[in-house]
């Protein structure tokens, strides 16, 4: 017990990390896979193009090699160097946006042509419609995707250690080797279980909050 | 008034109809009968802005409306037959929502006049309920007072009587001919023939008044 309190501090620290990482992303990835769904649905077939290519790399490569390719990478081949915290986000963001993207498509297909008909006479122009009649109800759709998406999240930030990024994961890690001892990583567990039973009573709270129509 | 010459539309290269002509005058309403697949929905979605037209003229009140199919505008209202409710909103505020975002109107004359549209629609008391809950007849008075929230120089309706019982069908009726009184046009497409005959309006036949 009294070792659990010596190292709680440097766990909370990592604990930051993971956070930040977590709130950062999310705040990125959930605009910009909106706009990527929108992207998918435009005329123009170069602006499908390009965002269907992205999307395949996005998610036909493991997230760990894109996160070594932008921090270490891009700086050897000269393009940009990030730092360590900007690169894991920037990463994360990029990825997560290809897989909300792919949800939030399948949530634009859910909605019937008539609801854009509807709006079209009426006079609502395409911005319109889609900021008050059809992104309101893919949202209520994609939820519970998104949802499940938010916890691999929280697990997948740990991945940010490939870089040196010192998460609750890494704080874990380094504690376990230092006292040669698995409490730590219990301890670790036990942080990453209490954030994704929080998220996930969040998000049905949401859901719930949607479910006043049908 | 609604004037329409020498419509033509063909899908995929079939012909649907090649010379559609018809005038439909202030306060009239006109019955478009005809056999299911003549191509009733695909004039209305074309007279709604929805749909392409191959050539032609449409002008309402004077005013030239586009056939291209990308029409702006609120100028036809219509009433679909499925509705085509915004399901996360309100009767209410399905009705308000295009007057105050797209035609813009003062919070004030939004509300007077939605308050008189729910009068009219008998809707008072579902105003704030959300489309599920509501009948199919109670659906489509909402559709319809959305439709006229806009002020539009005709009223369109597809099929207004599918899925309604009898009851409900007289209250289509009742709501016609109550608009009609209020100079509202209208154009009822229906193959429903009881119905259009109880409309006692003018009946334009898609199977012998078209050219095909
Ligand atoms: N998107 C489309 N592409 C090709 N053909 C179509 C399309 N939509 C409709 N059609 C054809 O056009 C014809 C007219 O269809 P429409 O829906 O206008 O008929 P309708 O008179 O409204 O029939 P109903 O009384 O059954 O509603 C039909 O033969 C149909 O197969
Ligand atoms: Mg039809």
């Known amino acids: 017990m009294q070792y659990m309190l010596e190292i709680l501090p440097s766990l909370l620290n990592g604990l930051k990390m993971t956070l930040g990482v977590f709130s950062l992303t999310l705040l990125g990835a959930v605009p910009l896979g909106m706009l990527v769904a929108v992207a998918m649905k435009s005329k123009l077939v170069v602006l499908r193009a390009v965002t269907n290519a992205y999307i395949t790399v996005m998610r036909g490569t493991p997230l760990l090699l894109q996160i070594v390719f932008v921090y270490y990478g891009l700086s050897l081949a000269n393009i940009v160097t990030l730092p360590r915290f900007e690169a894991a986000v920037v990463t994360f963001i990029l990825n997560y946006a290809a897989y909300f993207a792919e949800i939030f498509r399948g949530g634009f297909q859910s909605i019937s042509q008539g609801q854009y008909d509807g709006a079209k006479v009426l006079g609502f122009n395409r911005i319109q419609t889609l900021r008050y009649i059809v992104i309101p109800q893919v949202v209520k759709v994609v939820m519970p995707s998104v949802g499940n998406e938010v916890i691999n999240l929280v697990k997948d930030s740990s991945l940010v250690y490939v870089i040196g990024l010192g998460d609750l994961m890494r704080a874990g890690n380094i504690a376990a080797a230092r006292d040669v001892t698995l409490v730590p990583y219990l301890l670790v567990g036990l942080l990453y279980l209490i954030l994704t039973i929080t998220l996930t009573y969040g998000m049905r709270g949401l859901e719930k909050r949607m479910n006043y129509y049908r | ?212």
């Open chain 2, 1 to 212: 008034m609604l004037e329409i010459k020498n419509l033509a539309k063909t899908y995929e290269g079939r012909t649907i109809f090649k010379d559609l002509n018809l005038t439909i005058d202030d306060g009239e309403i006109l019955t478009i009968v005809g056999p299911s697949g003549i191509g009733k929905t695909t004039f209305l979605r074309i007279l709604a802005g929805l749909l392409e037209a191959d050539t032609g003229t449409m002008s309402l009140d004077g005013k030239a409306l586009a056939l291209d199919g990308n029409r702006s505008g609120a100028d036809v209202g219509v009433i679909f037959q499925d509705f085509n409710l915004f399901p996360q909103y309100t009767v209410k505020e399905n009705i308000e929502l295009a007057p105050k975002l797209v035609a813009k109107h003062t919070p004030a004359a939004v509300e007077a006049d939605s308050e008189r549209l729910l009068m009219e629609m008998d809707l008072t008391v579902q105003q704030d309920q959300y489309p599920f809950q509501l009948s199919g007849g109670q659906k489509q008075r909402v559709a319809i007072a959305r439709a006229l929230a806009m002020h539009p120089g005709i009223l369109a309706y597809d099929e207004p009587t599918s899925g309604l019982d009898e009851a409900s069908t007289q209250r289509v009726i009742d709501v016609t001919k109550e608009l009609q009184n209020t100079g509202v046009t209208q154009l009822i497409v229906t193959h429903d023939l009881p119905f259009a005959a109880a409309l006692n309006g003018r009946i334009f036949d898609f199977a012998t008044d078209v050219e095909r």
